[in-house]
């Protein structure tokens, strides 16, 4: 069920302390999304609670500013408030937002993942963090270590559970549970509430309030869709032929391994662009300067694996390119919602070759909707033994293609 935004809804009618409120209009924040509308005040009662929503819809303010209203009161410089995140890049946008919503409360907050060296870490843990956000590995390292007491604990997030799952924390989120006090808040969000993620909210959570904005499994309004068929070995060329006719601004490309995300960067750099790739094969800092210079615009073009790729914040992507169909059709909904944030337009353009419309027809039967689509010259889908023809499901162009009619338009 999509709930449609309150009108005349502020951020201080929600309950937020002063200071809060402040910090939120300081980062340009006005008026609450509908996550935060559902969540911040069901947080404040200290309820459990399942939050099901999308990329960019402001969830992470609607589980940090119930969280830094709650430890603005009692002790400080110990454990009360732990979010668990799948990756080093998730980790540090939560820490970055934690300090900018926190900037006028006297509370510490602390990243810990793997990638990096464990002693800066450990001497921030041992000064004492009110708030916590950490990758599961790393952190079980640390609480092996004796480096994290969390006797105190009184909150505790679970920040894209489906995502977690899916890298094969299961094992050690389990382990983290079993280790933290038994009473507590926790709250737990995920773009999609697949089985695993429900049978780890039954775990982890006593009778909670869920919070569902927009169906599951369903891209931003604003998302054009577009899909091209064309045969393996032109991927390359056609992308790099669309992203010189096509209006610009800043792309995300997505690939499966680190090697293709690596070669493909390779020639769109040859073929004149400003790119960069991003995947876990590189160290920390180098990833934070790919960052950097994509939210600066002066990078334009970022090619990334999914596990890179998490925790990519940027608003004004205008393109999410799926080079590779995702095998995971729900994988396709978390990369497109990189563009088309905070209600603007955006376009989710995928290069599927023979070998993979399979994979995108489960996507489409995921998304409920057959996508507009061109079929470039020599495409022939790959049928597996006992399947039926997809000639139907792949229907042939009329006219000019849908990419050429969108980019001329847009030149307009």
Not at 6 to 31: D, H, I, N, W
Not at 132 to 152: E, K, Q, W
Not at 266 to 293: C, F, M
């Amino acid at each position: 069920m999509v709930r449609s935004v309150k009108s005349k809804m502020s951020f201080e009618l929600l309950g937020l302390a002063p200071a809060l409120v402040r910090a939120v209009e300081e980062q340009g924040y006005t008026q609450p999304t509908p996550v935060q509308q559902e969540a911040i005040p069901l947080g404040l009662q200290g309820r459990d609670l399942v939050g099901s929503a999308q990329t960019g819809t402001g969830k992470t303010a609607a589980f940090l500013l119930p969280i830094l209203q709650r430890l603005e009161a009692g002790r400080r410089g110990r454990l009360r408030a732990l979010v668990l995140v799948p990756t080093r890049e998730l980790a540090e946008q939560v820490l970055e937002r934690a300090r900018a919503y926190g900037r006028h409360l006297q509370l510490e907050s602390v990243a810990v993942y793997g990638g990096v060296g464990m002693e800066p870490q450990t001497r921030a843990l041992k000064r004492g963090a009110d708030i916590v956000i950490a990758t599961p590995g790393r952190l079980l390292d640390h609480m092996r270590r004796g480096h994290v007491d969390s006797s105190h604990l009184e909150v505790l997030v679970l920040d894209e559970a489906d995502r977690m799952l899916d890298m094969g924390f299961a094992p050690d989120v389990r382990r983290i549970l079993d280790s933290l006090p038994a009473e507590r808040q926790t709250m737990l969000f995920s773009a999609t509430i697949s089985g695993d993620v429900d049978r780890l909210a039954r775990r982890a959570l006593n009778e909670h309030a869920a919070v569902e904005i927009g169906r599951r499994a369903e891209a931003a309004d604003g998302v054009e869709h577009v899909l091209v068929a064309v045969d393996k070995a032109e991927k390359r060329h056609v992308l790099a032929t669309m992203l010189q006719e096509l209006p610009k601004g800043r792309t995300l490309v997505f690939t499966r391994t680190k090697f293709g995300a690596d070669k493909l960067a390779r020639h769109l750099r040859r073929e004149g662009n400003d790119v960069a790739a991003i995947h876990g094969g590189k160290t920390q800092s180098a990833r934070n300067q790919v960052l950097d210079r994509f939210r600066q615009g002066t990078t334009r073009i970022l090619v990334a694996t999914d596990v890179a790729a998490r925790g990519i914040d940027v608003d004004d992507v205008v393109m999410v390119v799926n080079y590779d169909v995702p095998q995971d059709p729900e994988i396709y909904v978390h990369r497109v919602g990189r563009t088309a944030r905070a209600g603007a337009q955006g376009v989710a353009l995928t290069l599927m070759s023979p070998d993979e419309w399979l994979m995108m027809r489960d996507v489409e039967k995921l998304m409920g909707r057959t996508f507009p689509r061109e079929v470039m010259p020599g495409f022939e889908p790959a049928v597996p033994p006992g399947q039926p023809s997809p000639r139907n499901s792949v229907p042939r162009p009329q006219g000019r293609s849908v990419m050429a009619r969108r980019g001329r338009a847009r030149r307009r």
